[in-house]
């Protein structure tokens, strides 16, 4: 098990945030003994015949056995990538309430903390891509280096005006209404290893956005050295 002690960072491209993890709960024979347990079976040590049956489980859609083991990330994001981030957890309450109880989310509240200085300014801005699918594409002309200093201005000016409300006297939980989405925050994450794969199946993907793709990659790496099993059956099956 990963303890809080000794996780790791796993620092993102283009300085965007990080990802910790902070713990795990169970292995790939987790998996396994979940499964068996409907027979009153149990594996000791992962064996050929097991690693057999967590990929029938996957290929089969037999998911629940998967969902026994869990990992916790600590991140720092932009709140934009944030947002898409918690739509995991919404959708898996409105497309299936029980696996709602798959995740677990606590995240820096703008209420009771003042927000510091720090936004996401990424070093090259993308165009609108022609395709919806695609929304952006890869930009190097002066009209995106122009942009650029446009967004960091603007970045710098919402947070100046955010410092004055504050001084005025404005409850946090309102003045924070006029920082921009590149703001960063923080979360703990706590997820099934379901739930991880299918984050990791969607948002690793070259349809979404570059920013989420990089923790995307993240969490894969993660999962992939924890349950080197199953999280590969579960991601080639999905």
């Known amino acids: 098990m990963i303890t809080q002690e000794d996780h790791t960072t796993y620092p993102l491209g283009d300085g ?20 068996r347990v409907s027979y ?43 947002r898409q981030w918690y739509k995991h957890i ?46 952006s594409k890869e930009s190097n002309t002066g009209l995106m280096r122009t942009a650029g200093t446009l967004l960091y201005c603007y970045t710098k000016e919402s947070y100046n005006q955010y410092q004055k409300l504050l001084d005025m006297g404005v409850a946090k939980e309102q003045a924070r209404m006029v920082l921009p989405f590149n703001t960063y925050t923080e979360f703990y994450w706590t997820a099934s290893l379901q739930a991880v794969a299918h984050f990791c199946a969607l948002r690793d993907h070259e349809h979404a956005q570059h920013e989420i793709r990089e923790y995307a990659k993240a969490l894969d790496e993660y999962a992939s050295e924890t349950f080197p099993v199953s999280f590969q059956y579960l991601k080639e099956n999905l």
Do not use: C
């Not at 965007?16 to 979940?34: A, C, P, R």
């Not at 967590?54 to 709140?79: D, G």
């Not at 509240?109 to 699918?133: H, I, M, W």
């Open 40 to 82: 009153g079976g149990m594996s000791e040590e992962l064996t050929e015949r097991d690693e057999k049956l967590i990929k029938y489980l996957a290929e089969n859609k037999h998911t629940s056995p998967f969902r026994h083991a869990f990992m916790t990330f600590q991140v720092k994001a932009p709140e934009f990538v944030a």
């Open 16 to 35: 965007i945030g990080f990802v910790n993890l902070v713990t795990t709960m169970g292995d790939d024979l987790t998996t396994v003994n979940s499964a």
């Open 90 to 135: 919404v959708g898996a309450s409105f497309t299936a309430p029980g696996d709602a109880i798959s995740h677990g989310w606590n995240e820096i509240s703008g209420r009771y903390v003042e927000y510091e200085p720090q936004f996401y300014t990424p070093k090259v801005l993308r165009e609108q891509a022609e395709s919806s699918k695609q929304a």
